[in-house]
C-alpha cells in the first residue's frame, strides 16, 4: 500500500515468483524520472536531503528526486558529502633522488580503513617575471578511506613513515560543488 504521494503508486503491479515457488504482486522497476531542468544547488555543510526538498519543493519526501536527477553518486550520502568514504589528497615532499613511490603505495594499501590510493606526480607551468616559466613538481597522494575507519592525521603519519615529507591534507567532498535540483515531477 503506498500513500497518494508515493513515487511508487503509478507503477504497474506485476506477478513474480517468490523464494518458495509461490506467484505474488510486485511492483515493476521505477525508471528515475528525467531531469529537465539545470538549477543546481552548492553543497554546504549539514546540508540534508530532506530539508533541500523542502526548500525547493516544500515537501521534504520528495528528496528522491534530487537523487534522481543526479545518478552518478551510488548512494543519496555520497550526494551531500556524508557517505562511508572520504577523499584526502596529501601533498608530498620527497627527499633527494627517486621517491619511494612502491613502499608508499604498499604501506597505505596495507592500512585498515584505506579503499583506494592515487600517485599524483605532475609538473605545473609557473609564469615568472620577464615572460619566462618555471616547472615546479606537484607531488601528492590521494587516499580514499573509511571515514569512521582511519582519519587524516593518522594517514599522515603513515606517509610519514615511508620517507615522505607531508604538507597539510585537503579533503576532495562534495563541499562547494553543484547537485542537480530538477523541476518537480507531479
Not at 539545470?38 to 555543510?45: I, L, Q
Not at 537523487?67 to 551531500?80: G, I, K, R, V
Request: some cysteine; overall charge negative; hydrophobic content about 45%.
Amino acid at each position: 500500500m503506498f500513500g497518494r504521494l508515493s513515487r511508487y503508486l503509478a507503477v504497474p503491479d506485476i506477478a513474480v515468483d517468490d523464494a518458495r515457488g509461490r506467484v505474488v504482486a510486485a511492483k515493476d522497476f521505477r525508471p528515475p524520472a528525467r531531469a529537465t531542468g539545470t538549477f543546481t544547488h552548492t553543497v554546504d555543510s549539514g546540508d540534508r536531503l530532506d530539508q533541500l526538498a523542502f526548500a525547493y519543493y516544500r515537501r521534504p519526501l520528495w528528496y528522491w528526486q534530487i537523487c534522481d536527477a543526479n545518478p552518478d553518486f551510488l548512494s543519496p550520502l555520497d550526494l551531500l558529502d556524508g557517505g562511508p568514504l572520504v577523499t584526502h589528497r596529501f601533498p608530498l615532499t620527497a627527499g633527494p633522488g627517486d621517491p619511494p613511490w612502491a613502499l608508499l603505495i604498499d604501506t597505505l594499501s596495507r592500512t585498515v580503513g584505506v579503499d583506494d590510493v592515487t600517485v599524483v606526480d605532475d609538473v605545473a607551468l609557473v609564469p615568472q617575471p620577464g615572460g619566462a616559466v618555471l616547472e615546479q613538481a606537484e607531488r601528492a597522494v590521494v587516499v580514499t578511506h573509511v571515514r569512521a575507519g582511519v582519519d587524516a592525521p593518522a594517514l599522515s603519519e603513515v606517509i610519514r613513515s615511508t620517507g615522505f615529507a607531508v604538507g597539510a591534507p585537503v579533503e576532495q567532498g562534495r563541499l562547494g560543488r553543484p547537485v542537480v535540483v530538477p523541476p518537480p515531477v507531479s
